[in-house]
């Protein structure tokens, strides 16, 4: 794994810590004046995202030299950039741009507070990805984490208490049982805490004689999982995000969500022997499972919020199946298809959190039953959605195209009916995200909307929101009409991963008891 970014580290230190610094200020500060405020923190969200966008380009990132030359340490963490965590570090970048503008553009309690928090949970899960300490990794993401309670708590919707209650329970429990794999994967490596970075794991985990017990490796994908939301772990999901504000729905299912499946790929895939046996077996049938039954429940929702929350999920199935299918047999085409759908669904998951709030706040309602001919008086929601709908069932031209059909076409060494299984969730996804644009924007206006629009007239989104909503769909077109900008940076670090898991998945099995 030598292809590491030749980058200035000062500017990735900057775009990590710049929200972080900004939102204490705010939180510290609560008596700023709004103008002045809401300035400041667009500065946090802003230069971020300019910052993570342009080490993706060419003209800033090469390759070629160790990534040990390349970390700028701070406060004992170790930050730089990897092929794979420099398209998710940008794309976490401009989610939280379009969810730090839908956050300005509401009308909040404490807002200086809450705007604060929003920079706290954007700085750590920047820091997720631009961290290659395993320790500050784990760290960003417990600090992201503690902001998105806290903010589900206060400013949530309706069933709040509950849903910030079970996200908390599960995501503690899901990050202990992974820190605790990789916990024995340190000693086992011989790592100290301030030693234990991604390279230096494994090289460790692939000295002669080294090898973890099965039980290691599946506390760890399993904790990695219930974090990512893999069935049967994944029922705090769809309440969480319902129930959450709408720039923190788009920041975790968008972003955070894929520091599990990041730490599946760094940790897990590579070192752990996950792609024979049981295990794999396991693993297999659970993003099946992912895949299927979640995709079934998304039939049966009515209200568009939640359809959305559990679309996502329901989308991390075919991410697992391209994780498994490069642990099972070696295709790195799985992997590589994997880290590109988990850029396009961030992307698609927090355009479709966006709209969907705007159409909430025009109707007071999610409920399929109480909208209906709502394209008549917002023509550019119902366009923006429509877009956004396009994207994540993977129409081409949108990101999650090129994934898609990367996975299946990584399966295509696999039995038929597992081809046949997968492929018909394309039009499983398709039903039931039509039926839902179909039931919120066409067909005759609702008595709902009717009397809404009697009491207090509304009009179409306004800037902010199409702003935020170009942003998002504007990147997921730009890497679906080319989308080497991603592959360019993943695919020497994919066929170095898969070649690294299938050397491990080869050496001789030690007795689990080791």
Not at 66 to 86: D, H, T
Not at 206 to 235: D, E, R
Not at 316 to 328: D, H, N, R
Not at 482 to 510: D, F, W, Y
């Amino acid at each position: 794994m030598e292809t590491s970014f030749a980058l200035n580290p000062t500017l990735l230190v900057a775009a990590i810590f710049t929200p972080i610094i900004i939102g204490l200020i705010l939180i510290s500060l609560r008596n700023l004046s709004r103008s002045f405020a809401s300035g400041f923190a667009f500065v946090g969200f802003a230069l971020p995202a300019l910052i993570a966008v342009w080490l993706l380009l060419p003209c800033a990132a090469t390759y070629g030299s160790p990534l040990k030359e390349k970390l700028a340490g701070v406060w004992g963490f170790y930050f730089g950039l990897n092929g794979i965590s420099a398209p998710l570090l940008a794309m976490t970048a401009i989610v939280g741009l379009a969810a730090g503008i839908k956050a300005l553009n509401q009308e909040v309690e404490s807002r200086n507070t809450y705007l604060g928090l929003i920079l706290f949970m954007f700085g750590g899960t920047l820091g997720v990805f631009g961290t290659q300490n395993i320790i500050g990794f784990y760290f960003f993401h417990e600090f992201a984490l503690i902001p998105t309670f806290i903010l589900t708590l206060f400013w949530g919707g309706e069933g709040r208490r509950s849903a910030a209650m079970q996200m908390a329970i599960y995501l503690t429990v899901g990050a202990m049982l992974s820190l605790a794999g990789i916990l024995i994967a340190m000693q086992a490596a011989d790592l100290s805490w301030g030693q234990a970075t991604f390279d230096l794991l494994l090289i460790g985990l692939h000295q002669p004689g080294v090898q973890l017990p099965v039980a290691t490796a599946a506390i760890t994908l399993f904790g990695f999982g219930t974090l990512a939301s893999l069935f049967p772990f994944h029922s705090w999901a769809a309440p969480g995000y319902s129930a959450a504000p709408t720039p923190v729905s788009m920041l975790h299912a968008g972003a955070l969500k894929k520091f599990g499946l990041y730490g599946i790929i760094m940790i897990a895939v590579a070192s752990m022997s996950i792609g024979t046996g049981t295990l794999s077996q396991w693993f297999l049938w659970c993003a099946l499972a992912n895949v299927v039954i979640v995709g079934l429940i998304c039939l049966a929702q009515r209200d568009l919020k939640q359809l959305v929350s559990w679309s996502s999920v329901a989308h991390m199935g075919p991410i697992f199946l391209g994780l498994w299918v490069c642990t099972s047999s070696g295709n790195a085409a799985g992997l590589d298809a994997a880290i590109f759908l988990m850029v396009a669904h961030g992307l698609s998951c927090a355009a479709l959190f966006l709209l969907a709030n705007g159409v909430r706040t025009r109707t007071g309602t999610y409920r399929f039953d109480e909208l209906g001919g709502l394209a008549t008086r917002t023509p550019v929601l119902a366009a923006f959605f429509v877009a956004a709908t396009m994207a994540s069932v993977g129409l081409p031209g949108f990101g999650n195209f090129w994934g898609e059909v990367g996975i299946f076409l990584s399966l295509r060494a696999e039995p038929l009916w597992l081809q046949a299984l997968v492929a018909s969730t394309i039009i499983v996804s398709a039903i039931y995200s039509l039926r839902a644009v179909a039931n919120v924007f066409f067909g005759p206006t609702s008595q709902n909307i009717e009397d809404q629009f009697k009491q207090a007239p509304f009009g179409d989104i306004n800037w902010a929101e199409r702003f935020a909503a170009v942003i998002l769909l504007g990147a997921s077109l730009v890497i679906g009409f080319a989308p080497s900008i991603i592959t360019r940076h993943t695919n020497a670090e994919t066929q170095g991963l898969t070649q690294i898991s299938q050397l491990k998945t080869s050496q001789p099995a030690t007795p689990s008891a080791q």
